[in-house]
């Protein structure tokens, strides 16, 4: 069992493959230029493979595969496979925009894969065309509908944004509760590298929007979920994730690490041990300590409490899959 210096359990690891994205979202790199880590700094799947598998043995029951857009890199039902052959009841899932999905969605339900999370802030062309920076809308839609064919659940994370497309917030929330997928609305979380003068919606202003239509009442939090939950009076529940709170930090159960090879003990939190060349070099005893250090010193909460609501993170994103 893991447990980080403030005695919680950590049983979730968060597994970023590449930070390379196909899109230029404006709340997460809208002025990144198409210039990247090169491959050769990037630890192989083999030996993510090693830190994932002695993870697992020393509690880990839940991994979530990111990006940057994770799909972009060759060969993840391979990976994903990896890791279901290895434990095959592990709680496997996968972050995705969903715009590679149609082509791939039944290679990774068939390697093992059991949950997705996708990307959709609105269900306009345009709109889409001008939070991307691409016309995607179409292949996303194709997407979660080849993830949903093909048996794989499915939520969908959508971030408001002001004056772009806070108008759709029903129009989401009615199009998954037709659908039967989760819809989690995401406060905007202010970066160093999102679009200048971008502006979110708080909570507060996603559950008034959602109030005008709907009578919905909380639903008790699950500790540790990043989202409180809201039950409409046909029993559809949609969360909110209210990242300047720390509502859900007191039971905080994950770690994430990178592409690279760094760990990280929380998104909003700038330090972090390499345990590169420890997997590389098949030291797995010392991978696993720098594990445990990066544990003891997890912090406590993330560092947006509404306390000190102008913290802007200089992390990117898009390097440690949200």
């Not at 890791?83 to 390697?111: E, F």
Request: charged share 30%; net charge negative; proline share 4%.
């Amino acid at each position: 069992m893991l447990i980080d210096g403030h005695n919680r359990v950590v049983d979730y690891l968060r597994v970023s493959v590449t930070e390379r994205c196909n899109f230029r979202c404006q709340y997460c790199m809208p002025e990144k230029p198409f210039s990247w880590v090169p491959k050769e700094n990037l630890l192989s799947y083999e030996d993510l493979f090693k830190f994932i598998k002695v993870s697992i043995d020393e509690g880990i029951k839940k991994v979530r595969i990111t990006g940057g857009e994770p799909l972009l890199r060759e060969g993840l039902d391979n990976f994903i496979k990896m890791i279901y052959d290895y434990k095959s009841d592990i709680d496997l899932a996968l972050t995705t925009n969903g715009y590679l999905l149609p082509r791939v969605a039944q290679k990774l339900k068939d390697a093992g894969l059991k949950r997705i999370n996708v990307s959709l802030d609105t269900l306009k062309p345009d709109v889409a065309a001008k939070i991307a920076q691409k016309d995607v809308l179409g292949k996303v839609l194709e997407g979660i509908s080849k993830a949903d064919e093909v048996g794989l659940k499915i939520k969908v994370n959508c971030v408001p944004m002001k004056g772009i497309n806070d108008n759709e917030i029903i129009d989401i929330l009615e199009f998954c509760k037709q659908k039967g997928y989760v819809v989690r609305f995401i406060e905007f979380m202010e970066n160093h590298h999102a679009k200048d003068g971008a502006k979110g919606l708080s909570s507060e202003e996603i559950q008034n929007i959602i109030s005008k239509k709907y009578n919905f009442k909380m639903v008790p939090r699950d500790t540790s979920s990043p989202a409180q939950y809201f039950e409409l009076e046909d029993g559809y529940k949609f969360g909110v994730i209210e990242p300047h709170k720390d509502d859900f930090c007191a039971a905080c159960n994950r770690i994430r690490l990178t592409a690279e090879g760094y760990l990280i003990p929380c998104l909003y939190f700038e330090d972090a041990m390499s345990i590169k060349d420890a997997v590389q070099n098949n030291e797995i005893d010392k991978a696993v300590e720098i594990l445990k250090e990066v544990l003891r010193t997890k912090p406590e909460k993330n560092k947006w409490s509404e306390e000190d609501s102008s913290e802007t993170s200089t992390r990117a994103f898009y390097e440690t899959g949200g």
